[in-house]
């Protein structure tokens, strides 16, 4: 061993030992976090890896920033084995891939150079983009852009460094075995003329920068948005956005636990440490804000800063919280680590993540809509973020709206958001010869199917209308079918999503103990919410039912040819779909709608808004933002009427009677007079009478 | 045969409607017990003597009239006293105050001075036997009880406007009386009266709402619904979340379920169809009348009047129409 | 300061009432009951006062049977720090009684205030706040819609029929509620954990004998439905002349 592999080695000993030490600290901030147990399903866990993280799936559904990273991404996974190589290769000298079958090392250095050159590509293509584009997402402060720029160039840096290695290497020993470099050497070819003292000073110069850059880069990690290289991975492993399970699904509190006494999260410490992951892992790429629908309206909300602000009040908590007081220090000369320089550590102590961070107002501007989620690349979950402060808000300090005090009343005191009398939740049936369950259980008969109808469905008028729609259905096709009448009550999600989890776990018991009672096995709703929370959260707590959504339902009919519908072929329409949330993103549920319209409607045409299906915008009235209101910015129900009227459609189809409120308004607050139907409404319009 | 003694509410120097439904009230049941007295009390600043004949229009036959200084407004402990001790000494079998706001402060305390038991808020009553049996609405209004009071005195407050007052003209006595207990002396005293009119009503204390939806199209023709509200006299101006989110109107004038939940005596709905979350914040109004121009607008539903038309062209015509009936009646 | 608020459980107004089959009361059966809500203003204003205005107790007590309990766990969960259930089979018809029975039970406490809601939503008496006072030899401001309390006095409006009054009164004193006051927070779970280990005092109600007694209960008679008077500004008249002499509010 030479003195400079003696020296290297010594060199990347305390790197690796410097970079493990962060790392370790890292690691330990999570302890302060509470547990989440997210080990189950393994191989889910495994695809979720592969599809997003390796196949970049989410990455790639930006079709110009989308490729960029992807080329970026997988050029760092080829070059890491050369890296490997170059660093083991300094220490030990002897060492090299040149063992392998000789095919195999050329195709390996084949990629070392391609790939050098793709992301030497990209990154040009990066700084052009955030130098000269300033794509909206990517707004921050200025630390944030330095941050992006240090890496940007820190990888140029790689990049021209490595080439610049295997040129002037190969300048030397134009036919050592690493000369299947078609970039490396044709750039060798004017440098072999120079003299080789000259050579070999240079590639020794170029050598030290590259591996000095690797490791200078490696330790700069920990400090930038660039930990994301280390923790996307993990992250998306135990990320539950893209199951295992149904998506969407709001953590279980247990409210009977014994000596629990804080419920939701105010800070740090009181988050899991998925959450806490979800920091770490964020790379400030704005995907999530650049879909969120009180962000596009001009509310203060961003996802981005939810999940940014957690990680800034996680560094510079968690080190008090450990006794290490040297990070108080020097938080501020490093990006991400704190809030402010002059900050004592008892005042550090006494602020918290919610208020000092993350205001109220911006918690209860989120939707809930999960279009955050399904953009982001690396498996955060920010409505786990959301609706745990909520929680504490609700649940701690009883903080809410003051408009939100109705409806938790109203909740409590009448099974449904609504003031109304639980006694006329069977209203709408009158005179439609719909039996409820208790009816039934009486003669001993039992229906195939409960039509969950749902608080809108039984109350709100525009709704009964389309509860009487879908039974008219139910009837036509012959489907024995029941509801609950006045034992059904609300099913308690706008209490869940609004962080009263409390409210939320009684109205879901009671429904659980009816319908255990009722001993139903099937269930139909028209309502997404209701689909969502029976079928998804009410197994948390014991409820397990088959739970189908209408569009699905009325679709199966439609198949089975059990709809008689009239011959007359009508009138054409061109229609456009919105997607609800809780039924699209939450549930998957794209289809069944479009499919129901399209066969009871042979002559109707189809139109999409630009942002559909899992794209889809939120029409504003989800997670309980329909209960609250919206004074800031443009409201989110016109926005999203003005994109489904640029269609062009002579019809809107909705899906959720909550999205055909939202609407509904919406239309008619732009002076239009298209018309807002429920799927069932179409395909009861054209029942043979 | 016995006497009946009844509490004739004034304010500011004057008689109030409720004073003569209290006196007339009297007479109805003196006259049912065979022909009593009705004695009247009548408590002011000194002055307020000049008013006794009036009370005599509607069947009082003596008047007692307690003037002092310390008694232009309601002192509730005074008069509690004064009151107390003239039912007692007077052996009447029943005494009747108004369930106003001054009669509810006042009767309880006098039959706890009393030591009897007494029925609030009546809209009916009749003697049978030895008891009083009476109408009390209940349950906000959903239910009747029917109770009986026994003992002597009966001491009943009646509600303003269930039993008019009948005249029945006599030439009322008049009896000077000094109050009981030094009114200066009260721990509890009316610093400041302040008398309606200028002040706006809040839409939670108004008997009459008229409330403007989007079919009003435009801030501007707010106008016409303030017209209307004027016309009333005792109307506030209500509005849909539609018109407040687009600013028409300021959020405080919001009812539904994200603003206020009213219950006045009137609701006029203009221009509103009628979403779940406004009728969830009115339909406990006690008639509710709604104007839009589609028949099928769920706001029908609810209402007890409806016309169909454009609230626009309606609205003036309304506003004269309330207008002439204020003016007469 | 100390400061008793006396609440009582009533059913849910919202309901569509039947008489029970002893005609006597309404039928129980599906009734959602909560605090009369000016009795939940009257814990908030206690709790309000006793927050802005340092150190303080509010004791909430209720008269009537076990289940009242639910509703005196209710204000502890709101914030109370004690509660004292006065119990008695049944609530009397007889406001008097039930002041009898208060006021033996405020009498030794040494409260700067007791508050009750304006009247109860569902008897709609209005007679006990103030029945309480008497007994008590205190003052009492009814149907507050403002109040302040500052150097042993309170200073509180009072709405009256087209007019207002600002009353001024020496503490201790008996106030009731109106609209107007805050309305009753919305507890929060923790309140409602930390309710459960708060103290509330079972004792017998002393109750005299009643004078006023309930012979029937009965529901008003249904109201029409609605209607159409007609179309355009040539139904107005008709419409002014139903609203005179039908539904009488004009």
Known sequence: ??????????????????????????????????????????????????????????????????????????????????????LLNGSFPAFSYA?????????YSISQDVFGALVLGAIAFAFYRRLVLHPERLEGDGLEHSD???????????????????????????????????????LSIPLRNLPTGLLTGAHAVFWWMHALLVLAFLNYLPYSKHLHIV?????????????????GVIRFLDLEAENVEQFGAADVDQMTWKDLLDGYTCTECGRCTSVCPAHLTGKVLSPRKIIIDTRRRLMEKAPLMLGDYSEVAHHALVHGEGDEGSMSATAILEHRLLDNFITEEELWQCTTCRACIQECPVGIEHLDHIVDMRRNLVLMESRFPPEVLPTFESMERNGSPWAFRPDDRAKWADGLDIPTMAELTERGESPEILFWVGCMGSFDDRSKKISVAFARILQAAGVPFAILGQEETCNGDPARRMGNEYLYQTLAKQNIETLTRCDVKTIVTFCPHCFHQIGNEYPQLGGNYEVIHHSTYIERLLEAGRVPFDTDAGKTLTMAYHDSCYLGRYNDVYDAPRETLRR??????????????????????GGGRMFMEETQGKRINIERAEQLLATGADTLAVACPFCMTMISDGVKAKGSDVPVLDISEVVASRLRV | MANTFAFAESRGGALRRVAFEAVSAARALADASGGGEVHAMLVGAPGIASLAGELGKYGADMVIVVEHAGLANANVEALAATAAARIKAGGYRAAIFSASAQGRDLAPRVAAQLGVSMAADVTAFELAGDALVVKHPAYAGKVIATLKLTGSPAIVTLRPGARAAVEAVREARVESAQPTSDPGASKLVVKEMIVGGGTKLDIGDAPVIVSGGRGLKSAENFKLVEDLAAAFGNAAVGATRAV?????????????????????????????????????????????????????????????????????????????????????? | ?????????????????????????????????????????????????????????????????????????????????????????????????????LAAELKGGAYDL??????????????????????LGLPCATAVSTLDIANGRGTARRDLEGAAEIVEFALPAVVTIDEGMPRARYPSLKGIMAAKKKPLEVKPAQLGEERLTLEKMELPPERAAGRIVGEGPGAVAELVRLLHTEAKVL
């Open chain 1, 1 to 86: 061993m030479r003195t400079e592999n003696a020296v290297f080695l010594l060199v990347l000993l305390l790197a690796a030992g410097f970079f493990s030490y962060n790392v370790q600290r890292l690691l330990s901030y999570l302890s302060i976090a509470q547990p989440d147990d997210r080990s189950g399903h393994p191989l889910v866990r495994l695809k979720n890896v592969i599809t997003v993280a390796f196949l970049q799936k989410k990455i790639l559904r930006d079709p110009v920033a989308g490729p960029m990273h992807a080329l970026i991404f997988w050029g760092f996974v080829v070059l890491t084995v050369g890296t490997i190589e170059l």
């Open chain 1, 99 to 107: 063992f392998l079958p000789s095919q195999l090392y050329t195709f």
């Open chain 1, 148 to 186: 992006a720029l240090l890496i940007l160039g820190a990888i140029a840096g790689l990049m021209v460094t490595m080439f610049a290695v295997n040129a002037f290497g190969l300048a030397l020993e134009p036919d050592s075995i690493t000369r299947a470099k078609p970039l490396s050497l044709a």
């Open chain 1, 231 to 247: 923790s996307s991975i993990p992250n998306v492993y135990f990320s539950n956005s893209q199951g295992p399970g149904p998506k």
């Open chain 1, 600 to 621: 009871a409607l042979p002559i109707v045409t189809m139109v999409e808004p630009e942002r559909t299906r899992d794209r889809g915008m939120c029409c504003g009235a």
């Open chain 2, 244 to 329: 407040t989110d687009d600013g028409w109107r300021p959020h405080s004038d919001q009812i539904g379920q994200t603003g206020r939940q009213v219950s006045p005596e009137l609701y006029v709905a203009l221009g509103i169809s009628g979403a779940i979350q406004h009728i969830a914040g009115m339909r406990n109004s006690r008639t509710i009348v709604a104007i839009n121009k589609d028949k099928e607008a769920p706001i029908f539903k609810v209402a007890d009047y409806g016309i169909v038309g454009d609230v626009i062209e309606i609205l003036p015509v309304l506003t004269a129409a309330v207008k002439e009936a204020r003016a007469k009646g």
């Open chain 3, 1 to 101: 300061m100390k400061i008793a608020v006396c609440i009582k459980r009533v059913p849910d107004m919202e309901t569509r009432f039947k008489i029970a089959a002893s005609g006597t009361a309404v039928d129980e059966a599906g009734l959602k009951y909560d605090m009369s809500d000016f009795d939940g203003y009257a814990v908030e204003t206690a709790l309000q006062l006793n927050e802005k205005q340092g150190p303080g107790e509010t004791v909430v007590i209720s008269l009537g049977p076990d289940v009242v309990q639910e509703q005196l766990r209710k204000a502890l969960s709101m914030g109370a720090d004690r509660a004292v259930q006065l119990k008695a089979e049944r609530v009397p018809t007889d406001g008097l009684v039930i002041a009898r029975a």
């Open chain 3, 114 to 135: 007791i508050f009750f809601g304006r009247q109860a939503v569902d008897s709609a008496n209005a007679t006990v706040g103030p029945m309480v006072a008497e007994l």
